[in-house]
C-alpha cells in the first residue's frame, strides 16, 4: 500500500523561527518520487522539490532545506529564518515510478506570525 | 520548467448548469493527464486519469455522468460538470505527465479552479 502521512495537521510559528514539516511514507516499490509542494491561500500548487527513491542527498535551496532518510521512511522539510510568505499549506506526495496514483498527504498549515 | 495552464482560475454558476474546465500542457505533449478535487482544509483526490484518445478512467465513487472528461488531443483535456448543484463547489485541479517522460518523474499542476456553485 501507499501512504503519505503528514502527522502535523497546523503549525503557527513567529517570523524568523525555523520550522519542520514532517512527512512519512509508506510503499512497496523500490523507485518512487517523492514531493514537496506548496499550497497558498490563492489555491495553486507551487512544486518546491522532487527527490527520486536512490537519492538520499538531503538538499538545501536558500532557506529550504530537505532531509530524506529511507531508513525511516521520512522526507522532512525545514524552513528556517521563516517569513510571513511561508504561510501556506505544504502537502508531501509520493508517486511510484510507473502508474497513475500520486498519493498526498493531508497537508500541514503553517502560520507565520509576524 | 514546464508549465500546465487551467482555465478558468474561478467560476460562479447556477444551481443545474454545467461548467467545463481547461487543462492544457503548453510546452510539452501529455498523454495522460489527471482530475483532482480538493475540499476546504482537505488533501487532494484523484477524480479520473485522462487518456488522449481514449475514455477516462475515474476513481470509485466518482460519477461519470457528472464528470465528463475529454482528451481530444495531447495538450488539452477538459473536465466538465454537469448539472452542477451546490455539493460540487469545490477547488478542481489538473495535473499533466509529459509524454517524453514515461514515469511520474515529469508530472506538472496546474493552478486550479475553484467552482462556486449557487
Known amino acids: 500500500a501507499q501512504k503519505v502521512t503528514q502527522a502535523q495537521t497546523e503549525i503557527s510559528v513567529v517570523e524568523k523561527e525555523d520550522v519542520t514539516l514532517d512527512c512519512v511514507y509508506e510503499?512497496?516499490?523500490?523507485?518512487?518520487?517523492l514531493f514537496w509542494y506548496k499550497q497558498p491561500p490563492s489555491g495553486e500548487l507551487v512544486f518546491l522539490i522532487r527527490?527520486?527513491?536512490?537519492?538520499?542527498q538531503n538538499e538545501i535551496s536558500g532557506r529550504y532545506s530537505w532531509n530524506f532518510q529511507k531508513s525511516t521512511s521520512s522526507f522532512n522539510f525545514t524552513i528556517t529564518a521563516s517569513q510571513v510568505v511561508d504561510s501556506a499549506v505544504y502537502f508531501c506526495?509520493?508517486?511510484?515510478?510507473?502508474?497513475?496514483?500520486?498519493?498526498f498527504g493531508t497537508g500541514t498549515s503553517l502560520t507565520v506570525i509576524p | 520548467g514546464a508549465v500546465v495552464s487551467q482555465h478558468p482560475s474561478r467560476v460562479i454558476c447556477k444551481s443545474g448548469t454545467s461548467v467545463k474546465i481547461e487543462c492544457r500542457s503548453l510546452?510539452?505533449?501529455?498523454?495522460?493527464m489527471f482530475w483532482y478535487r480538493q475540499f476546504p482544509k482537505q488533501s487532494l483526490m484523484l477524480m479520473a486519469t485522462?487518456?488522449?484518445?481514449?475514455?477516462?478512467?475515474?476513481e470509485q465513487g466518482v460519477e461519470k455522468d457528472k464528470f465528463l472528461i475529454n482528451h481530444a488531443s495531447l495538450t488539452l483535456s477538459t473536465l466538465t460538470v454537469t448539472s452542477a448543484h451546490p455539493e460540487d463547489s469545490s477547488f478542481y485541479i489538473c495535473?499533466?505527465?509529459?509524454?517524453?517522460?514515461?514515469?511520474?518523474?515529469?508530472?506538472?499542476f496546474g493552478s486550479g479552479t475553484q467552482l462556486s456553485v449557487l
Open positions: 485522462s487518456n488522449e484518445g481514449s475514455k477516462a478512467t475515474y
Open positions: 510503499t512497496r516499490d523500490t523507485t518512487y518520487y
Open positions: 495535473s499533466a505527465r509529459d509524454r517524453e517522460g514515461a514515469t511520474n518523474e515529469k508530472l506538472f
Open positions: 527527490r527520486n527513491s536512490f537519492d538520499e
Open positions: 510546452d510539452f505533449q501529455a498523454t495522460t
Open positions: 506526495a509520493l508517486t511510484p515510478n510507473t502508474g497513475n496514483q500520486f498519493y
